[in-house]
């Protein structure tokens, strides 16, 4: 089949790369299915999803269900008839959906899998320390990020390296990746091979972050929390207390040795630096965020803030 129907299955900006080298190398998109517009702001204006946005800029059939197990939205996805369907960053598939076209359903996860299956691949990969991640083209099946793998492609993590800019070189790797699967999986070329088993000591997960995933424990060593911080910057951003008020840390620099200061008590000279203790040295404050503030570099932040 030289130009199966596609529908494609996304949400956020990271999908969006996907969506349109697919579009531009000439694919026929039968659908884009992307998630309901949700209030936003003050005025709560309805807010359209980048996969969205991108979809009406380019004249595409736009499918926005609230449910995936809908009987009405089974039957349109049925009349739609597509011989493939594509998932970038979208929510769990019911097996009705996934298993529905005959050359299956395509998977793009930010990770080498069978490592960092879950929700926040990127995050927890530089939170633990990796050197090098990478992405994954795969066929959907029952359990999530389980099936059998088609292409991998991996990149290396730089040591200073923040989540926003792994972010980025993931989504546009993971683009090209996912382009080649299509065209190999049309020409034949393309074999499926089963995730290796893992023993559970070694799999390193990645679930979704939440609040206490980010509050800062300056008891651990300068690298874990420095890895951390990069790990959630520039969203959701790890945090701590300053003043008993809430402090988003962004960008650090590491200063090993042997701190006098309990960990989580802070240096300052008032005007150049702003450094915390932590179990083998010191984490100098690069760009930070207090509470009702806006986010700015240690300098214009400790000269507006009064240390008493």
């Given at each position: 089949?030289?130009?199966p ?9 990271f ?108 995050n ?19 359990e ?39 065209d ?15 023993q ?6 990645a ?102």
């Amino acid at each position: 089949m030289d130009n199966p129907r596609i529908i494609f299955m996304g949400t956020p900006e990271f999908a969006v790369p996907s969506l349109e080298k697919i579009f531009n190398a000439g694919y026929e998109i039968a659908a884009v299915i992307t998630a309901p517009d949700k209030p936003f702001g003050r005025g709560l204006k309805l807010n359209e999803s980048a996969v969205k946005k991108f979809a009406l800029s380019k004249g595409l059939k736009i499918l926005q269900p609230e449910r995936l197990k809908a009987p009405e939205f089974i039957e349109e996805l049925k009349g739609l008839k597509a011989d493939l369907q594509i998932v970038v960053a979208f929510r769990m598939l019911p097996e009705i959906v996934w298993n529905m076209p005959p050359m299956g359903t395509i998977n793009l996860h930010a990770s080498l899998l069978p490592q960092y299956r879950g929700a926040a691949p990127i995050n927890w990969a530089i939170i633990n320390g990796e050197k090098e991640t990478g992405v994954t083209t795969f066929k959907l099946q029952h359990e999530i990020d389980t099936g059998n793998i088609l292409l991998q492609e991996k990149i290396p993590i730089k040591p200073d390296e923040t989540a926003g800019e792994l972010h980025d070189e993931v989504m546009e790797a993971g683009a090209g990746l996912l382009l080649q699967t299509i065209d190999e999986l049309i020409k034949g070329s393309l074999k499926e091979t089963p995730q290796p088993p893992q023993q559970k000591n070694i799999l390193h997960h990645a679930p979704k972050i939440f609040t206490e995933t980010c509050e800062i424990n300056w008891e651990k060593n300068v690298d874990d929390v420095y890895n951390l911080i990069r790990g959630l910057s520039p969203y959701p951003a790890a945090f701590t207390f300053l003043k008993e008020k809430k402090l988003k840390v962004f960008k650090t620099e590491k200063e090993t040795g042997n701190p006098q200061e309990k960990p989580g008590e802070f240096i300052t000279d008032g005007k150049t630096f702003l450094k915390f203790a932590c179990a083998n040295g010191y984490l100098y404050t690069k760009e930070l965020q207090l509470e009702g503030k806006k986010k700015m570099n240690v300098k214009d932040f400790l000269r507006g803030w009064r240390n008493n």
